[in-house]
């Protein structure tokens, strides 16, 4: 039943709830992704930025992922979600405005990227463990899984827009524009956020607390109990670790030594959007046909082998630039069918009380890598090349497709079980 007491709509769309975080999220995720490629860009095209300086500007940028996630996961269990994301929407907002404001006044020098860097991203921490706690707060528990192919397929719309958006207005117009740009996504996405009107039921708030290292000791001890989450955390942490070295080289490799502008990165790295797209779409249809572990085994293999051809090529932009394109496109399509199925598999593991521990900890186990990734990946390209560097770090991400091939994984059927303690929005 719904909070007024009449019965809930059948259909997700109907739900109103619903309608609003999905738009928040998808200009949410525009504003971060055209953030994230601003910010290289500019550190890469105007300060003529070294390798290492970009590696430590992305690191700086995901040390918030390493340094706060299991904090995050154990305040935002005890918080509404909704309140979580308006304010670092709005703390967002000011950074990137900040951000721009600096720029135009000749102010933005590496020093105050990095600052912006760490500020976006630790607000963007919290956005993120807010969001996947939401949903199971706000849609019955059978419609899961279309819930997350519909988030997911607004990450990949934000992949579509936001760094062809992002690189065009670096290469057209500067860098204080583009970050003006991801200021205004993050506002509109408080503005739709903010509408979310259903009262979450938070769990465990009644009594005196317990205390945050026990609640983060909860949290670890339950993902790392089970076989299943335990997986996704040595996958999710092989792949990011990998694919963060393998970024801060592609950045490098896209305009150094295939000379590519700005707008023809943005290009390349939107090229991941359409085929997350489809991916998104994918994952409502394919795991019920031939069963969850067949379909999330080929769509790691493929995805992350699709980046081993790029260092072998040569040539204009008229050549490279559609194989980037094809690339992202593959490499979009099984990472966002990975996604969705990994997300189905943890929330339906996972009991209410513990969702937000629970992203938490695989946040922190797997995205917590990227800084160190990051690190490797500018040292490398200094020491190795860009070429080889690209090579090894590409092939690298193969490790998490071969973690998943030899766990429980593997044998997922056409259904995933149900976990306990989840709580259906539907019922009084």
């Known amino acids: 039943m719904s909070d007024s007491g009449r019965p809930a709509p059948s259909s997700l769309w109907r739900n109103g709830d619903f309608r609003s975080l999905w738009v928040g999220q998808t200009v949410s995720q525009l504003g971060e992704q055209t953030s994230l490629l601003v910010l290289p860009l500019f550190a890469v095209l105007t300060l003529d930025a070294s390798a ?13 992922i390493l340094l706060l996630s299991l904090l995050v996961g154990a305040w935002v269990d005890r918080w509404r979600t909704r309140t979580v994301m308006v304010l670092t929407d709005v703390g967002r907002t000011l950074a990137l405005g900040a951000a721009a404001l600096g720029g135009l006044l000749g102010l933005l020098g590496l020093p105050a990227l990095l600052v912006v860097a760490f500020t976006v991203g630790a ?10 706690a939401s949903l199971v707060r706000l849609v019955r528990h059978d419609q899961l899984v279309r819930g997350n192919s519909a988030l997911e397929g607004s990450r990949s719309a934000a992949q579509i827009g ?12 500067s860098a204080p524009i583009a970050a003006a740009a991801g200021a205004l996504f993050f506002a509109l996405s408080f503005l739709s956020i903010r509408r979310i009107r259903r009262r979450e039921p938070i769990p465990e708030r009644s009594g005196r607390p317990p205390h945050i290292a026990r609640r983060i000791h909860e949290g670890l001890r339950f993902v790392v109990g089970d076989t299943s989450l335990r997986t996704v955390c040595l996958a999710s942490a092989a792949f990011q670790f990998c694919f963060a070295a393998m970024m801060t080289v592609y950045l490098l490799f896209l305009p150094r030594e295939l000379h ?26 394919l795991p019920g046909r031939f069963g969850y572990g067949v379909v999330l085994m080929s769509a790691a293999a493929l995805g992350d082998g699709a980046f081993l051809c790029v260092p072998a090529l040569h040539g204009s932009a008229a050549v490279t630039v559609p ?25 339906t593991a996972t009991p209410d009380g513990m969702q937000g521990r629970a992203a938490a900890t695989i946040t922190f186990v797997g995205m917590g890598m990227t800084p160190l990734g990051s690190l490797l990946g500018g040292f490398l390209a200094q020491e190795w090349g860009l070429r080889t560097s690209l090579l090894v770090t590409a092939a690298g991400m193969l490790l998490s497709p071969v973690v998943m091939a030899l766990s429980p994984l593997a044998r997922l059927g056409r259904t995933l079980p149900a976990g306990a303690g989840h709580t259906d929005p539907s019922s009084p």
């Open 260 to 285: 590519l502008s700005g707008t023809a990165v943005g290009l390349a790295l939107a090229a991941t959007g359409p085929g997350a797209l489809l991916g998104s779409v994918l994952a409502a249809r």
């Open 52 to 64: 290492g300086q970009l590696g430590v500007l992305r690191a700086v940028g995901q040390a918030p």
């Open 123 to 132: 607000l963007s921490v919290f956005f993120d463990v807010a969001y996947q």
């Open 162 to 173: 936001g760094p062809a958006l992002g690189g065009a207005l670096v290469s057209l117009l």
């Open 323 to 347: 194989v980037l394109v094809a690339v992202g496109f593959v490499f979009g399509t099984g990472g966002q069918l990975v996604n969705v199925m990994v997300m189905a598999v943890r929330q």
